[in-house]
């Protein structure tokens, strides 16, 4: 089936500095959603987009809704060891299947 | 608060010794999900009930069953758990299918 692609796979970084993943599928997709999971617990629901284009923040975190409906981003800014964990996006095709991504997992070095 | 909640957190059982794991959710979603993840992979889905209808994944094994006996709980059943078993167990819970989909913090299984 459908599998969406993160990019990187990891990622180790200083405290403060900013942090960009990605996201990208063969299909389109009507929404796109970013989760973080820390060791141990349970995906926690970060941002949700619904239409091309669309860029939508939660604090200093930013995700977008790629124009062609194939791919999502990521960022992160002024990055803190608590941000340290694996993010995952997701996301519904036009055929309503859900399918999470590969992850991406972030080291924060204080 | 806990929305969607799993119990236990941390199980552990023997090989071929039965297990359930429980998962019971306060948003009166009518799309209740159970997903299986090994270390630092994706959530990969077994099952999922819309409401009281179960839907199977086509790779999910047989040795893996759900019970759904009201809208706040549903169940996972591990007949017969082998040593590839051995993983964290999410529960996950939608208004309706393709909705964003709310997790609980997992159950982590051990099979000795």
């Not at chain 1, 405290?15 to 299909?27: L, Q, R």
């Not at chain 1, 929404?31 to 939508?56: N, R, S």
Request: glycine share 8%; with cysteine; proline share 5%.
């Amino acid at each position: 089936g459908q599998q969406l692609n993160q990019s990187p796979q990891s990622m180790f970084i200083q405290e403060g500095e900013d942090v960009s993943m990605n996201c990208t599928s063969s299909s389109i997709f009507n929404t796109w959603l970013w989760y973080k999971q820390e060791p141990g617990e349970g995906p926690v629901l970060l941002i949700a987009l619904y239409k091309a284009g669309e860029l939508t923040s939660n604090g200093r975190l930013t995700a977008q809704f790629g124009i062609t409906r194939k791919d999502s981003f990521l960022n992160i800014s002024a990055s803190i060891p608590s941000d340290v964990g694996i993010y995952f996006c997701a996301g519904e095709d036009t055929g309503n299947q859900f399918y999470f991504g590969t992850g991406t997992s972030l080291t924060v070095i204080p | 608060d806990a929305m969607v909640i799993q119990n236990p957190r941390y199980q552990v059982t023997q090989f071929g010794k039965p297990v359930t794991l429980s998962c019971s959710q306060t948003l009166n979603h009518n799309v209740m999900y159970w997903y299986q993840q090994k270390s630092s992979q994706a959530p990969k889905l077994l099952f999922h009930y819309y409401d009281k209808d179960f839907n199977n994944e086509a790779d999910t094994p047989d040795n893996f069953q759900s019970r759904r006996p009201n809208t706040s709980f549903c169940f996972l059943d591990i007949r017969s758990p082998g040593l590839g078993d051995a993983a964290m167990y999410l529960c996950a819970t939608s208004k309706g299918w393709g909705n964003i989909q709310y997790f609980g913090a997992g159950t982590r299984l051990s099979v000795l």
